[in-house]
């Protein structure tokens, strides 16, 4: 099993930028998809931003062109960096893993760390 833990969460003005960082501990490495997952408050779950082993990417339309997931296999850390940040990002955000499906779906994926908060004012 693995353990993810968020860090980097925070509250910001709009059109400010954030940097999540998901690191995991209990195995070596992450699996071959994982994702950055979010819920705002009285609304679903949704996935914003996957990235694949090799480096592919998927995007949410919502945050296209702002958010921007890396991951560092190495550290066995994932990225999320967030530019352009407006009222309607705030959220609690997950990263996620044990994804065997390169997707954005968050019943896709197995394992989840605890989550960090994200505020953004207008």
């Known amino acids: 099993a693995v353990q993810l833990a968020e860090s980097g969460g925070g509250s910001v003005q709009a059109g400010g930028s954030l940097r999540l960082a998901c690191t995991a501990s209990g195995d070596r490495y992450f699996s071959r998809c994982m994702g950055w997952i979010r819920q705002r408050p009285g609304k679903e779950r949704e996935g914003v931003a996957a990235?694949?082993?090799?480096?592919?990417?998927i995007y949410a339309d919502s945050v296209k062109g702002r958010f921007t997931i890396s991951q560092d296999n190495a550290k066995n850390t994932l990225y999320l960096q967030m530019n352009s940040l407006k009222p309607e990002d705030t959220a609690m955000y997950f990263c996620a893993t044990g994804s065997s499906v390169h997707s954005l779906s968050p019943s896709a994926y197995k394992s989840w760390g605890q989550g960090t908060q994200v505020t953004v004012s207008s």
């Open positions: 990235i694949r082993w090799d480096g592919d990417t």
